[in-house]
């Protein structure tokens, strides 16, 4: 299990692959550029990340690396946060199908602060 904490927003912070991560994006979505940026380092898609802030966890559920890099964050126009599926130029690791999410995870998860993946 990686934890990813959460320091600002945008500002999220990680141990992988032998080193000290950090990523600051402008607009939210910062785990799920977390999860892409984890990949790109070779961490395994079916890794958990645990979310956190102030030693908290964020979501009571942990997802996969795979999950959260399949996930961007949109925000509607009641400015209400939601996942949504990545719709980059290209998943990191869309080139292997065994890796693919085909759906998004169930929406009953409760959480603590915004909404979980595959609210849409």
Request: hydrophobic share 35%; net charge negative; proline share 8%.
């Amino acid at each position: 299990m990686i934890r990813l904490d959460l320091s600002r927003c945008t500002v999220a912070s990680f141990t992988a692959r032998g080193g000290f991560h950090v990523v600051d994006v402008p607009r939210g979505g910062v785990v799920c550029t977390a999860a892409r940026e984890m990949l790109a380092l070779g961490v395994d898609p079916a890794e958990e990340i645990d979310v956190r802030r102030d030693g908290k966890p964020v979501f009571l559920r942990c997802f996969t690396v795979k999950t959260w890099a399949d996930l961007m964050v949109s925000e509607d126009g009641d400015r209400s946060v939601r996942f949504r599926p990545y719709r980059g130029a290209e998943p990191p690791h869309s080139g292997d199908p065994a890796l693919r999410v085909s759906d998004c995870p169930e929406d009953e998860t409760p959480v603590y602060g915004s909404s979980i993946p595959g609210v849409g």
